[in-house]
């Protein structure tokens, strides 16, 4: 959020809108645009500014772009790799050692500026120091190690730099909201919780997920195709709004009447419901009224006001995350009914919203924020950071994605060379793509054959739903399983 304060449109006058007159623009046909190396996603077809004088295009996802050579050696090795099933040592991992605290990943911060600068004398400053910090970034790693990461001035998970920041330079309280956490074995959110206590002291933590599963129900991982239907009304059965306020409530320590956040969380509770048993989602309109607000621009002038906590008795809470985490959910879980929309597709949320929860808790919704790291590109695609229709080659996804889970055999694939199907044949992603065409029967249009491409696409969906489920684990997980027992179980996780 710290870059999203520029007070700038996409106008003449701009930051982006003059840095688009300089480059060239080519291929929106699929709702993205290709500027020298960089791939502007989800670029919308207006020709101005839109209701209200905003720009739509203005938060869109600015990537790096993988070289048409990279591509191609991606989809030899799909067809040609064999995959090998890793150890589970492999599936830990370390918040450090994919941010590296300190390093030149740490997110950027504002260059210095004063009430005497110009719009002009300050876009232009902030430009050049943008520029500088990607520099350092992509002259200390080479592409291939790093993540797929933010371009784009106007939007620069959970980054260790972000966390002291927020706690040092501008000492305010961090709540990290582990989200939809039931996707993942209850004993697994324990231990990442233990580890960011353990990391991360000044941390507040909380588990959410706007769709809790029944406890009797236990998870089965080839229940991949049997669709459950979350019912209409499923934002008042949220896990987690109860735990914020706990946080809240320890952060501001009486200094903001939070007693109206309890009564609301105490009717949904009581009112709760799934809905009319049809099994389908039902619009709620009904319900208190909240306020909804799109802030302009002007309201997010650096020239404002300084910040004063609880201004008004009312605490603010802004969500700060990836794109596709859930931050969107999580208000309407709060809330809990739809008051934000909500899709699949990351980058969907286009604006800097603000919802008065209760008459002194504010919510503050933005575009998602990504970090640069050292996470694999292939993790990223399967956690929805990356649209997946617009994905150049999405074969290397499904291998990193069947070397780490048995896709295989959740999903009963049948080898295509196999002609005994109880023999045993080495699988390649490419393979994996071609037996799941054919199992759904997607072919070409031309030559009806098995079209892996969409089958791949199909894949990469099923991770993104939660159906075919990748979790990792903190450092020492494997050798420490035994010593979360102890820990008393988490409601309904």
Known sequence: ????????????????????????????????????????????????????????????????????????????????????????????????????????????????????????????????????????????????????????LEVVNFPPALYEYVTGELGLALVLVLNKVDLAPPALVVAWKHYFHQHYPQLHIVLFTSFPRDPRTPQDPSSVLKKSRRRGRGWTRALGPEQLLRACEAITAGKVDLSSWREKIARDVAGATWGNGSGEEEEEEDGPAVLVEQQTDSAMEPTGPARERYKDGVATIGCVGFPNVGKSSLIN???????????????????????????SVKLCDCPGLIFP??????????????????????????????????????????????????????????DICEAWAEKRGYKTAKAARNDVYRAANSLLRLALDGRLSLCFHPPGYNEQKGQSAGDPPQPLL
């Open 1 to 152: 959020m710290i870059w999203l304060q520029d007070g700038l449109r996409s106008s003449s006058n701009s930051r982006s809108g003059s840095r688009e007159r300089r480059e060239e623009q080519t291929d929106t046909s699929d709702g993205e645009s290709v500027t020298h190396h960089i791939r502007r996603l989800n670029q919308q077809p207006s020709q101005g500014l839109g209701p209200r004088g905003y720009d739509p295009n203005r938060y869109r996802l600015h990537f790096e772009r993988d070289s048409r050579e990279e591509v191609e050696r991606r989809k030899r090795a799909a067809r040609e790799q064999v995959l090998q099933p890793v150890s589970a040592e492999l599936l830990e991992l370390d918040i450090r050692e994919v941010y590296q605290p300190g390093s030149v990943l740490d997110f950027p911060r504002r260059p210095p500026w004063s009430y005497e600068m110009s719009k002009e004398q300050l876009m232009s400053q902030e430009e050049r120091s943008f520029q500088e910090y990607l520099g350092k970034i992509h002259g200390a790693y080479t592409s291939e190690k790093l993540s797929y990461f933010e371009h784009n």
């Open 333 to 359: 879980g709060l809330v809990g009914r739809k008051v934000v929309s909500v899709s699949r597709t990351p980058g969907h949320t286009r604006y800097f919203q603000t919802y008065f929860l209760t008459p």
């Open 373 to 430: 790291s050292l996470l694999p590109r292939q993790l990223q695609v399967l956690a929805g950071i990356y649209p997946i229709a617009q994905i150049q080659e999405p074969y290397t996804a499904v291998g990193y994605l069947a070397s780490r889970i048995p896709v295989q055999a959740l999903l009963h694939l049948r080898h295509p060379e196999a002609e005994d199907p109880s023999a045993e044949h080495p699988w390649c992603a490419w």
